[in-house]
């Protein structure tokens, strides 16, 4: 059972936008900053939104961060084929002293 | 280029130890906090354990606490794990990544991962 919760399972067609929650609680979320990762299989996971909401360099500005409260959100617009992997959104918990990870989200571009 | 390359992982017996390795390369790596992360097969991603840029702040997973020793060496550009009385569930592929801050406490995601070890407990 994972400290963060996501949805097991997200899909949507090329073009389109979709959206991953990730509910979590005052001890991370709401007192810390959301991270999310796209992890292919067989790949190292690549970092795609830090601080809610900031895009490393190279990363493209289909994907965007918010957070409200304790729940953070990522989305992607115009999806893409290559899109299609797991996500992951994470943070730092102040009860637990140490990173807690969503149970990872399967997007599928239909 | 900017890397993090991991080694050390093996099949071992339940209850034995086994010393993962990460060295980091084509960046300052005491500017950085680092971290262990794992995937179980078919099971998502769990944070195991950080340290902070000068060792002075670690933390791990209650799953792994008082089994697994995390530390550094700076001087060598290298992360390790040091992970003892080894059970069936440990049994993951194990990546090593960087933090972008080196305060572990002020943690602003993991942007650079190595290509991951893999960990088999069997008897």
């Known amino acids: 059972q994972s400290v963060l919760t996501q949805p097991p399972s997200a899909s949507g067609t090329p073009g389109r936008r979709i959206t991953i929650s990730c509910s979590g609680g005052?001890?991370?979320?709401?007192?810390?900053?959301v991270h999310w990762y796209q992890h292919l299989p067989g790949m190292a996971p690549k970092l795609l939104i830090y601080g809610n909401f900031q895009r490393p360099s190279g990363v493209p500005d289909r994907f965007s961060g918010s957070k409200s409260g304790t729940s953070g959100s990522l989305a992607i617009s115009g999806l893409q084929s290559e899109d299609e992997a797991d996500y992951y959104c994470a943070a730092w918990d102040d009860s637990l002293n140490g990173v807690v990870f969503g149970g990872g989200t399967k997007l599928t571009v239909l | 280029e900017v890397q993090l390359v991991e080694s050390g992982g093996d099949l071992v017996q339940p209850g034995r130890s086994l010393r993962l390795s990460c060295v980091g390369s084509g960046f300052t790596f005491d500017d950085h906090a680092l971290h262990w992360v794992r995937q179980v097969p078919g099971k998502g991603l769990e944070w195991v354990s950080g340290i902070s840029w000068d060792s002075s702040a670690i933390g791990y997973a209650d799953s792994v606490k008082g089994r697994f020793i995390i530390s550094r060496d700076n001087a060598k550009n290298s992360l390790y794990l040091e992970m003892k009385s080894l059970r069936n569930e440990d049994t993951a592929l194990y990546f090593c990544?960087?933090?972008?801050?080196?305060?572990?406490?002020?943690?602003?995601?993991?942007?650079?991962w190595g290509q991951g070890t893999t960990v088999t407990v069997s008897s």
């Open positions: 990544a960087r933090d972008r801050t080196a305060t572990m406490i002020s943690h602003y995601g993991m942007d650079v």
């Open positions: 005052r001890s991370n979320i709401g007192t810390n900053t």
